[in-house]
């Protein structure tokens, strides 16, 4: 089982930044994408950013530019750098932990990041 603990949401101003993390726990197998997804209310739950265990990253055309992901693969742990925030940014933050196509994937629970004035 893997447990996915998020930290580092809250409540910025516009063109603020915030950072994410989230350590995974648990019996993890090397080879694995972690990331996050996130959801507004109202709106599907779209992916944010991606990062493999070899450091190959994707992001949503949305946050290019502004976002980076990174991880530390001793520590299991995925962060997310958000700079430049927008109040369109704000949504539940979800991690992941994911081994593929047939694979299993994890979720945390969420952390909520709110950009407002």
């Known amino acids: 089982q893997v447990q996915l603990v998020e930290s580092g949401g809250g409540l910025v101003q516009p063109g603020g930044s915030l950072r994410l993390s989230c350590a995974a726990s648990?019996?993890?197998?090397?080879?694995?994408?972690m990331g996050w997804y996130r959801q507004a209310p109202g709106k599907q739950r779209e992916l944010v950013a991606g990062i493999t265990s070899g450091g190959t990253t994707n992001y949503v055309d949305s946050v290019k530019g502004r976002f980076t992901i990174s991880r530390d693969n001793a520590k299991n742990t995925v962060y997310l750098q958000m700079n430049s925030l927008k109040p369109e940014d704000t949504a539940a933050y979800y991690c992941f932990l994911s081994y593929g196509v047939g694979g299993r994937n994890y979720w945390g629970q969420g952390t909520q990041v709110t950009v407002s004035s």
């Open positions: 648990g019996s993890i197998f090397s080879m694995n994408t």
